[in-house]
Nanobody, 117 residues
């Protein structure tokens, strides 16, 4: 199993920046990718960004493209989500996710991001 600890959320004004971190522990050698999702009140959980663990290939949701950057530090077993030019509509609980195979993934506890106008 993999355990995840997300951190870095908070309150920021429109146009501001935040960096989220997701530290993995446990069976880290099984990690294939790390990802971030967010879920706003009353809405479904939505894909934000993902990075492949070995090659570092990235993918982004359309709503964050050009504003958010996902990265990972393999020495720290941690992924990061740098969020710039934040908008009110980015307000959500952000969850980190780790995939260890085609049908197995793990979720962190979520961290709240609130963007005020």
């Amino acid at each position: 199993d993999v355990q995840l600890q997300a951190s870095g959320g908070g309150l920021v004004q429109t146009g501001g920046s935040l960096r989220l971190s997701c530290a993995a522990s446990g069976d880290i050698f099984s990690i294939k990718h790390m990802a971030w999702f967010h879920q706003a009140p009353g809405k479904e959980r939505e894909f934000v960004a993902a990075i492949s663990w070995i090659l570092g290939r990235t993918d982004y949701g359309e709503s964050v493209l050009g504003r958010f950057t996902i990265s990972r530090d393999k020495t720290k077993n941690t992924s990061y989500l740098q969020m710039n030019s934040l908008k009110v509509e980015d307000t959500a609980v952000y969850y980190c996710n780790v995939g260890t195979g085609p049908y197995t993934d793990y979720w962190g506890q979520g961290t709240q991001v609130t963007v005020s106008s």
